[in-house]
Nanobody
Framework: VQLVESGGGSVQAGGSLRLSCAAS????????VGWFRQVPGKEREGVAV????????AYVDSVKGRFTMSRDNTKTTLYLQMNSLKPEDTAMYFC???????????????????????WGQGTQVTVSS
């Protein structure tokens, strides 16, 4: 599975950005696809995840009500709509995918969760105060 992120950039606090993840090379009917973020010197954090089949989503508490993950009808483009951005949202954002849907996709955004199998190169999001 190949993943390519786009849509990062710089925005002022309170602004919005939409990240896109173009996925290709699916081998299974459904995947968990997630967005993760990392700041230098800190652990990577799961932000949001979606089951490409059902469309069910899960979020880390810090972004609930502000971020929304979705997929297009072909299930090959995944989006992360980020509203009411805060300076603490500044990070490199990565799209990732995994075929292990049986454990529940929400597992992947929990602290201490196993890493997903496939990863994109990342896109930088910078929020200024």
């Amino acid at each position: 599975v190949q993943l390519v992120e786009s849509g990062g950039g710089s925005v002022q606090a309170g602004g919005s950005l939409r990240l896109s993840c173009a996925a290709s090379g699916y081998h299974y009917p459904s995947y968990c696809v997630g967005w993760f973020r990392q700041v230098p010197g800190k652990e990577r954090e799961g932000v949001a995840v979606i089951h490409t089949g059902s469309g069910l989503t899960a979020y880390v508490d810090s972004v609930k009500g502000r971020f929304t993950m979705s997929r297009d009808n072909t299930k090959t483009t995944l989006y992360l709509q980020m509203n009411s951005l805060k300076p603490e949202d500044t990070a490199m954002y990565f799209c990732a995918a995994d075929s292990r849907t049986g454990m529940g996709c929400s597992t992947f955004v929990k602290s201490g969760s196993p890493p997903m199998t496939y990863w994109g190169q990342g896109t930088q999001v910078t929020v200024s105060s």
